[in-house]
């Protein structure tokens, strides 16, 4: 732990100038800070600009948690020991572990060299990184279901639909759509991100291009209380989810 220890600090004075100013770059960021959160303004946008973009965020989030929760769903089904037979679990699973140990933005990356920069890569990256994780949480809810349970309907003669519409989908759905709605939020604040650093557009490009091409950090700021805003509009409507559907 020592050994750690000495290493991180060892580590952060090595970055640091010879001749930087702690205390000039302490007044310059409080600076910073002020200009961005107490007055913001669209700067070479608008209202309805900035807008429309965190709307194509969003729908980027929605898509891709969309169509991550049907694969997911199937793959959560092939790798949950309680239905899928062991090999083909333990093989998905792997597959599914090694998929989500790469980090969302790389795999946007990725792609990107393939289909180019921009909103496709975006898509696809973001979809693939959500399936794994969602078939993750999918197969570890479904083999929480009692193996009793499971047997019975076997002994009876059921055939995997069956089980799967029986037992699997009418005791899980409100945990599977909590999951679901998890991997959603994370999937915007990846979006933005995205938007960024893989050109895919949304409200992350804006941002982007305020704090890196313009330095203004007055829209920096109004982009701030931007994303600030559906953030909680989004636990609002989360917390209805689970008094209403999933509690």
Not at 174 to 184: A, E, G, H, N, P
Not at 227 to 242: D, K, N, P, Q, Y
């Amino acid at each position: 732990m020592a050994g750690i220890s000495l290493i991180s600090v060892y580590g952060v004075v090595s970055v640091i100038p010879q001749h930087f100013d702690l205390g000039t770059a302490t007044r310059s960021f409080l600076g910073h800070l002020q200009l961005m959160f107490l007055s913001p303004n669209f700067g070479t946008d608008s209202f309805v600009k900035l807008g429309l973009a965190l709307m194509q965020s969003v729908e980027l989030a929605l898509l891709t948690t969309m169509l991550g929760a049907v694969v997911g769903l199937v793959c959560g089904l092939m790798a949950a020991q309680n239905i899928a037979p062991r090999w083909l679990a333990l093989l998905v699973k792997s597959g599914m572990a090694f998929i989500r140990a790469i980090p969302t933005i790389l795999w946007v990356l990725i792609y990107s060299v393939a289909l180019g920069l921009g909103p496709n890569a975006a898509v696809v990256g973001l979809t693939f990184h959500s399936v794994a994780y969602l078939a993750k949480v999918f197969a570890n809810t479904i083999e929480e279901i009692p193996a009793a349970t499971i047997e019975a309907l076997k002994s009876s003669g059921s055939g995997l639909l069956p089980i799967i519409t029986q037992a699997v989908l009418p005791s899980l759905t409100s945990r599977l759509l909590s999951w679901t709605f998890i991997r959603f939020e994370i999937n915007f604040a990846n979006a933005v991100v995205v938007g960024a650093a893989a050109g895919a557009g949304g409200i992350g490009y804006q941002l982007f291009v305020a704090s890196n091409f313009y330095f203004d950090f007055h829209e920096v700021g109004m982009i701030v209380y931007y994303i600030l805003a559906f953030v909680l509009i989004l636990e609002l409507v989360s917390s209805r989810l689970r008094h209403r559907f999933i509690a």
